[in-house]
């Protein structure tokens, strides 16, 4: 199982702040990413934005691996002035 956490303004448009994941197999970020996709509205927001990705609080790809115990993030890109 890993930590999925949402920031921002997705944990308000998700409504949620943290889910728990199950994983069947070993999976990538992208894996994770389109399965919660899949579950439909408001997740496709997930798709619809650039959002930047952390595993175990560092920013990593869609293409890194996910393993049992793992946090993984999500967050809109930092703007300021």
């Known amino acids: 199982m890993i930590n999925i956490r949402f920031f921002a303004y997705l944990r308000e448009r998700l409504d949620v702040g943290s889910l728990d994941y199950e994983l ?4 990538t970020v992208a894996d994770v990413l389109n399965q919660l996709i899949a579950k ?3 997740w496709t927001l997930l ?3 650039d959002v930047l ?3 175990n609080q560092t920013i ?3 293409s890194a691996n996910v393993k049992d115990g793992d946090e993984l993030a999500f ?3 930092v703007t300021g002035g």
């Open 24 to 27: 069947s197999v070993e999976e």
């Open 47 to 49: 798709a619809e934005q």
């Open 53 to 55: 990705i952390a595993l």
């Open 75 to 77: 967050f809109p890109p």
């Open 40 to 42: 439909g509205e408001p």
């Open 60 to 62: 990593t790809s869609k």
